[in-house]
C-alpha cells in the first residue's frame, strides 16, 4: 500500500502564494507519476499537474500555467505544489494522487491514478 499526505493549504488573499506538499510513504514503487487535482464546490475533479518522479517531466492545466510549479525532493518522497498569484477561482480541495509510471499525454484523468491522499483546502478570499 502507498499513503498519500497532502498539507498546506489555508486561507490566502487574492494575489498571494501557497506551498503544498504531498508526503508519500509505505511501498513506494520506484518511479512514479504524481498528479494534483482539485474539486471547487459544484464541480468535478480538476487536474492541475503531473510529475514524473523519474525524469521530472512536469504538465499543468492551462489555467495554470506559469502560476503553479510542481517539484519534488531529491529522495522523491515528498512532492510540491507551488502556487502563485492565486485567484478566487482556485479555490478548491486540493488532491494529490500517485501511479506507477511516467505522465501519460492525457495524464488528467482520475483513472490514471489508484493512490489518493485526503486533500488539503485551498481557499482564495479577501
Known amino acids: 500500500q502507498v499513503q498519500l499526505v497532502e498539507s498546506g493549504g489555508g486561507l490566502v488573499r487574492p494575489g498571494g502564494s501557497l506551498r503544498l506538499s504531498c508526503t508519500i510513504s509505505g511501498d513506494i514503487f520506484d518511479y512514479y507519476r504524481i498528479g494534483w487535482f482539485r474539486q471547487a464546490p459544484g464541480r468535478g475533479r480538476e487536474g492541475v499537474s503531473c510529475l514524473t518522479s523519474s525524469d521530472f517531466d512536469t504538465k499543468y492545466e492551462d489555467s495554470v500555467k506559469g502560476r503553479f510549479t510542481v517539484f519534488t525532493t531529491d529522495d522523491r518522497k515528498t512532492v510540491y505544489l507551488e502556487m502563485k498569484r492565486l485567484g478566487p477561482e482556485d479555490t478548491a480541495l486540493y488532491y494529490c494522487?500517485?501511479?506507477?509510471?511516467?505522465?501519460?499525454?492525457?495524464?488528467?484523468?482520475?483513472?490514471?491514478?489508484?493512490?489518493w491522499g485526503q486533500g488539503t483546502q485551498v481557499t482564495v478570499s479577501s
Open positions: 494522487a500517485a501511479e506507477p509510471g511516467f505522465c501519460p499525454p492525457i495524464w488528467n484523468l482520475e483513472r490514471e491514478y489508484r493512490y
